[in-house]
Antibody, heavy 118, light 109 residues
Framework: QVQLVESGGGVVQPGGSLRLSCAAS????????MHWVRQAPGKGLEWVAF????????YYADSVKGRFTISRDNSKNTLYLQMNSLRAEDTAVYYC???????????WGQGTLVTVSS | SYVLTQPPSVSVAPGKTARITCGGN??????VHWYQQKPGQAPVLVIY???DRPSGIPERFSGSNSGNTATLTISRVEAGDEADYYC????????????FGGGTKLTVL
């Protein structure tokens, strides 16, 4: 079945770095755009980044631009999010989701928690 | 940047109809998607392209979009529909960004 599984979350100090991964299975990963979406504790959903199916275009929310980098390895069916210069306000559950420009986000992974704290 | 406005909460009795609105400037010209999120779970797409239902989503869920308001309608509400609901659009005008509404907590009385 179609599945997305995130990993790589954890506790990191302010200013630190972390790399999240999202392993895809059950669909042709290389044919679909992919997103990262985050949700701070008790808050709503916030779109973070998008990468086109072939990696040719990447877009970021203003809140992470210049600090986060989205990438993908279609040979490994895996999406990544490199997070640098982390701040307390980056603390959230990070979800990966499949989707293109106009389409909805479907499916979603189960999420991985990132906590930025000293 | 584009802003989507949802009511923080909606309450409805079982068996009745719930309507959750999503306001945005000329949102009728955009494609709106709706997500259901239950506590401790990932969001699930329940309506896409304004009014289409993914497979496995009950016919009780429907959507509409016109003017400055999109609406998610849940008919014959059940206890299991209690969740947070988010609307979402793609804003192509601002260097490509994907926008979520603030979310609406649906409470089944």
């Amino acid at each position: 079945q179609v599945q997305l599984v995130e990993s790589g979350g954890g506790v990191v100090q302010p200013g630190g770095s972390l790399r999240l991964s999202c392993a895809a299975s059950g669909f042709t990963f290389s044919s679909y755009g992919m997103h990262w979406v985050r949700q701070a504790p008790g808050k709503g959903l916030e779109w973070v980044a998008f990468i086109r199916y072939d990696g040719s275009n990447k877009y970021y929310a203003d809140s992470v631009k210049g600090r986060f980098t989205i990438s993908r390895d279609n040979s490994k069916n895996t999406l990544y999010l490199q997070m640098n210069s982390l701040r307390a306000e980056d603390t959230a559950v990070y979800y990966c989701a499949s989707g293109d420009s106009v389409s909805g986000f479907d499916p979603w992974g189960q999420g991985t928690l990132v906590t930025v704290s000293s | 940047s584009y802003v989507l406005t949802q009511p923080p909460s909606v309450s409805v009795a079982p068996g009745k109809t719930a309507r959750i609105t999503c306001g945005g400037n000329n949102i009728g010209s955009k494609s709106v998607h709706w997500y259901q999120q239950k506590p401790g779970q990932a969001p699930v797409l329940v309506i896409y392209y304004d009014s289409d239902r993914p497979s496995g989503i009950p016919e009780r869920f429907s959507g509409s979009n016109s003017g400055n308001t999109a609406t998610l309608t849940i008919s014959r509400v059940e206890a299991g529909d209690e969740a947070d609901y988010y609307c979402q659009v793609w804003d192509s005008s601002s260097d490509h960004s994907w926008v979520f509404g603030g979310g609406t907590k649906l409470t089944v009385l």
